[in-house]
Structures are given as structure tokens and as C-alpha cells.
């Protein structure tokens, strides 16, 4: 971190203010105040015996006079010589800056954590894999799957879960959305292909709004795991994140992922990797129903799901910086994952660190 990105923390953490009002405070109840109090009386006294026309002039005019007239005595850079020669030059001022410093530099680079939380997409796994490869499975291979999966206990489970979200999604109203029709019993219901396009258009809507709703992600990874399973979907890791992996194993660290990814779908992509099954490396996995990883409850909830009951030791990397956002308010060690293919990342507090391989974390 440099001198300027240390400045602006303290600045935004109100430390230069706090600082700047202890100053302020013990130079005018100090003998440094009262004797500067003093010369400018003295001054003001001499002046207007001097010329006391200045008592007929408005008191803004007057203000200003003098103030200029005091400024070119040289008084005001003498005091400010004094204090910082003196106040500011004191043990306890300067235990203050350092400890407002030391507080910027255990926030910026990660230390003494002994959790590490990991997000997928655009962290330990490029962002084109998700988007070019897992996505197109999905609507590509859909009218296939359901045709080959029609009528199996499992398929009807996915299917009510989109059914449940849909009903909540046409309540609240939102445009695009349609209900799944039931199955038909006797007269009652709809078709088998009723439903199907019903599905159809249910889970395309949602992939093209790229939704993080349970339902979705939990029908995706239901394809995806016949994709894994019979050779056709391959997990994409980047090869930084492996060395890390396991270095944190090596060093007694707990891993975990959490991402808005299905749990299942997780395990999947960790579990098919062209490295080979990375399970062996995490504890445990989170998705959504944990908590939005925009809210700061999610990663409390996270923290004390996996027994840890101080958050600074946890460290989280993603690429979503409102995901980092919600992280830091909870008191985690957050660091910025700025792969090749990821949004721009724009205004970006500079205390956070930002690495392009997990080399330097």
C-alpha cells in the first residue's frame, strides 16, 4: 500500500479529523493557546490605538483587517512551527498515528486468518468457463434432457422448485414471468408438453436475466451433473489457485466455497476438474440459502455455521465487489480476485488488495 492509499484510509476512517480536534483541544487549554490568545490582543489593542477608525468599521470588515494584518506578523506560521516542533512531535500523538496505521495495514493485507471462503466464477474459475461453456450446456441440451429425464422422480423435484419460485415471481409481478402448469389428473391439469414449454420458458427467462434464484441454480445443476458424469462438462480451475490450495491446507487453514452456485453444482466443478477431484481441499460449501452474499448477514450466518466466533480471522476472495462490500461490514479480511474476462472494477476503496493470481495473496 502506498503513502496516498494509507492517507485516504485514515481519512475515510475519520482518523486525520479525530486526530486534528486532540490537537486543536490541547493547544488552546495548553500555555501554547493562551499565549497566542494573548499576542493577538495585544496586537488588535496596538492597531486600533493606532487607528481607531477600525472600531467604525463593520464587524466583518474589521474581522478581515485584522486577519490579514495578523498574517503578515507572522504569527500564525510561528505557532504552527511550535506545534509541529512540539504537540504534534509528542510520544502520545505519535502513538496515535501509529497505531491509526498499524489498524490500515492489517486491514489491507490479509494476516492472521485461519478460514479462507473462496467464490467461484471469476475467482478460482474463469469467468468464460461459467458463461461459455456451463450456461450454453443448459439451454442448448435442454429440450434433449427433458425429454431423455421426462417423468423421473428427480426431474419432478427440479420441477416443482421452478414451480414454486414462478408462482412467488408472477405475485410479485414481475415482467416475463409465467406460472408451470401441474400435471393433468383425469380432466384437470395440462399436458406433458404444456408443461415442458412451460419449463422451457421459465428457465430461459430466468438464465437471460442471469437470476441467482435457488430454484435455477438448483435445475442447473441437475444438467450439469450428467454433463460432468458422462465426460462432456470438464471443471476449469486457474492454476494459481491449486499452489494455494495447498499451501493454506498445509498451514492447518479451513476452506470453504461459497457461491451462488447450488451446492450440488459446486461440488461438481470442484469435484471434475481437469486437475482432478479438489474436494479433498474444502470443509464445507454455502450457496444462496445461506444468505445474498450482498448481506452482511451472510457471512455472520456463514461464520457461525462453520464454528468461528471472530470474523477477522476468516479470509473471503471473490470479484464482486459488493460482495466485498457486505464482507468487510462483517468484520472479514476480504481481498479482490481481478481475473482476465471480469468486470471492470471501478471505484474501488484502495485499501482493499486486488490480486491477479493467487500467488499474491
Known amino acids: 500500500m502506498s ?34 490568545v494573548k499576542q493577538v490582543q495585544d496586537f488588535m489593542e496596538k492597531r ?3 487607528d481607531p477608525s477600525l472600531l467604525d468599521k463593520d464587524r466583518a470588515t474589521f ?28 510520544e502520545e500523538f ?41 450456461f450454453p450446456y443448459v439451454t442448448n441440451g435442454l429440450d434433449t434432457f427433458l425429454d431423455k429425464e421426462w417423468g423421473t422422480t428427480d426431474l419432478d423435484h427440479y420441477i416443482q422448485l421452478l414451480r414454486d419460485q414462478a408462482e412467488k415471481d408472477v405475485t410479485a409481478g414481475l415482467e416475463g414471468a409465467t406460472l408451470i402448469p401441474t400435471k393433468r389428473r383425469g380432466c384437470y391439469g395440462s ?4 408443461i ?14 442471469d437470476r441467482k434464484i435457488g430454484a435455477l441454480k438448483a435445475f442447473q445443476g441437475y444438467m450439469w451433473k450428467t454433463g460432468y458424469e458422462n465426460g462432456e462438462l470438464v471443471g476449469m480451475v486457474y ?37 482432478g477431484d479438489l474436494s479433498k481441499y474444502f470443509s464445507g460449501y454455502f450457496d444462496t440459502t445461506v444468505g445474498l452474499k450482498v448481506e452482511k448477514q451472510s457471512y455472520l450466518n456463514i461464520a457461525k455455521e462453520i464454528g468461528v466466533d471472530t470474523t477477522s480471522t476468516i479470509l473471503f ?30 471505484s474501488v476503496d484502495p485499501s482493499y488488495k486486488i490480486v491477479t493470481s493467487f500467488d499474491l495473496i
Do not use: C
Open 191 to 194: 399436458s406433458s408438453d404444456d
Open 239 to 275: 492454476d494459481d489457485v491449486i499452489p494455494a490450495l495447498n499451501k493454506w491446507q498445509s498451514e492447518g487453514k479451513k476452506i470453504y466455497i461459497y457461491s451462488s452456485g447450488s451446492v450440488p453444482a459446486q461440488k461438481l466443478l470442484i469435484g471434475y476438474t481437469k486437475q
Open 196 to 209: 415442458k414449454a412451460a419449463v422451457k420458458q421459465n428457465i430461459r427467462w430466468q438464465m437471460a436475466a
Open 317 to 346: 476472495v471473490t470479484d464482486n465487489i459488493n460482495e466485498i462490500h457486505a464482507a468487510d461490514q462483517a468484520g472479514l479480511q476480504v481481498v479482490i480476485a481481478d481475473r482476465p474476462g471480469n468486470a471492470p472494477l471501478v
Open 48 to 50: 486600533i490605538a493606532q
Open 94 to 134: 505519535q502513538n496515535k498515528v501509529n497505531e491509526e496505521l498499524s489498524a490500515v495495514t492489517v486491514m489491507t493485507s490479509p494476516t492472521n486468518y485461519n478460514t479462507v471462503i473462496l467464490d467461484i466464477e471469476g475467482t478460482i474459475t474463469p469467468i468464460t468457463f461459467v458463461k461459455e461453456t456451463l
Open 63 to 90: 474581522h478581515t483587517i485584522m486577519m490579514d494584518e495578523i498574517e503578515k506578523t507572522g504569527m500564525y506560521q510561528a505557532v504552527e512551527k511550535e506545534l509541529t516542533n512540539g504537540l504534534m512531535q509528542t
Open 3 to 36: 503513502a496516498e492509499d494509507a492517507v485516504l484510509r485514515l481519512k475515510r476512517k475519520g482518523a486525520f479529523d479525530e486526530l486534528r480536534k486532540r490537537l486543536l483541544s490541547d493547544f488552546q487549554t495548553g500555555s501554547e493557546g493562551q499565549d497566542f
